[in-house]
């Protein structure tokens, strides 16, 4: 299968739903998807085919905006970079 990608412009990521709905939109998340730290988790772990992977630009805009929320993310993320073999999570300035 092709790699495929969803790009994240943190300019524009400015609260945790804000990222909910880009990352639901681009991924084509299933309607049960229930807009929590551990829906997403289910999510990406099960329901989303890889490969894939997430570029998040301007990372320091949304770290600014959504504080911990945005170390939560970033380490759930993480988190789901070693548990599965087929995902990449790539964070620029």
Partial sequence: MPLKRCTLDGRTIQSLDAFYDRLAKRLNFPAHFGRSLDALWDVLATDVPGPF?????????????????????????????????????????
Avoid: C, M, N, Q
Avoid at 81 to 86: A, I, S
């Fill in 53 to 93: 992977e997430i570029i998040w630009t301007s990372a320091d805009a949304s770290k600014k905006s959504l504080g911990r929320d945005y170390s939560k993310v970033v380490k759930l993320l993480g988190k789901l970079e070693k548990e599965r073999g087929d995902f990449r999570l790539v964070l620029l300035p």
